[in-house]
Structure formats: C-alpha cells, structure tokens
C-alpha cells in the first residue's frame, strides 16, 4: 500500500479533501476522529489531559468540552505544547495499528492519513507522499467564523497561532487549494489520486 499524509491548516478544506479521496477508493485516516475516541471519558488520555486542565474544560455530563478546551489552548501556546504532548503518542500509535490493520486485510490501495500537525510533528516523514490543502486567507478566515461561530479576531488568532501554511507548501508532494467550488477541488483531488495510483504501483515493483 502506498501511504500518504493529508494536512493543512485549520478550515482549509481538509475534511473536504479527504471525504472526496474516500469516495475515489482510498482508505482515509482522520487523525481528530481518533482524538475524539481518545477524549472519551474514562481513557487514559482522559485522565491525563483531566489532570492537566482541571474541571473547568468539562461538560456537565463529564465529558470533555473541545470548545472550552480549544479556547484555553489557542489562547495560550505552552498549553497547547502541552495538550500536544499528552495527545500525540497515542494518535500517533492508533494510526500505525490501523494501518497495519489495512495492510493485513489488502495487499494494495491508497491510505490516506489526514491529521493537521503532520509537519510540526514531523509526522509527515513517514508517508510516500504529502498532499498540503490550502486556500485564500479570506475564504479560510471566513469558513472559520461559520464553522465555529467566532469571531474575525478569535479565527485570526486561531489561524496566527499554526504554522503558515507555506512552509507546509515547501514540503508537499501535492497541493490542493479549495478556494473555488467542490467540482474544482473535486478535480484536484481526482488528479493527485491518478498519479497516487501510479505511485502505488511503482512502490509495489521496487519491492
């Protein structure tokens, strides 16, 4: 199986990019699903973040509130560091078991692993490939308002605290920008899977 990372900086149309690669065939990954396994009340990153972060990030059913826990982490940098620490390991681990998962039940295909700090963690070194999804600085500022009711100063604030998407865009295989309309992104989206499928096969020869 080829392995390919999917990232981009928050409301740039990755969920968008990968629903599309599922829909052609590839198995996708999404890195933040399984970070919402992982805060389920009771797990042992539960605990640790619980520890870290007090009550106050709690809903009143016990469960953690993203929200709450987003605004406290993008508002302060070591404890975003800090939410990192306690959550990539395990995310990291979840991703390489169900890719073997994958590889035990089909011999080939597409994985398509979509996380958004691939690059700042280094994640992206374990992949074939690199597919960086961006789009205009306005578009993204405004689909972040809307996404989460925020307002201009909080979605520049959220956008500010990431790593600019350029330096993503240095290392990508493939970029898609998500800018226009779903049948342009469609488009992108059908040509990086063309040449993934090439790509595949060239990895199954050399091996």
Known sequence: MLHAGLTGNIASGKSCASMKFAELGAHVIDADRIVHELLNRGTNTYKRILESFGNEILCGDGS?????????????????????????????????RRILELEQIEACGIVIVEAALMVETGAYERYHRLIVVSCDPAVQISRLMSRDNLSIEEAKARIGAQMPVGEKLKLAHYTIDTSSTLRQTQLQVESVYRDLLIQETRIKGEK
Do not use: C, Y
């Not at 953690?64 to 990291?92: C, M, Y």
């Open 64 to 96: 953690i509130d993203r929200k709450v826990l987003g605004r406290i982490v993008f508002s302060d940098q070591e404890k975003r560091l800090l939410l990192n620490r306690l959550t990539h390991p395990a995310v990291g681990g979840e991703i390489e």
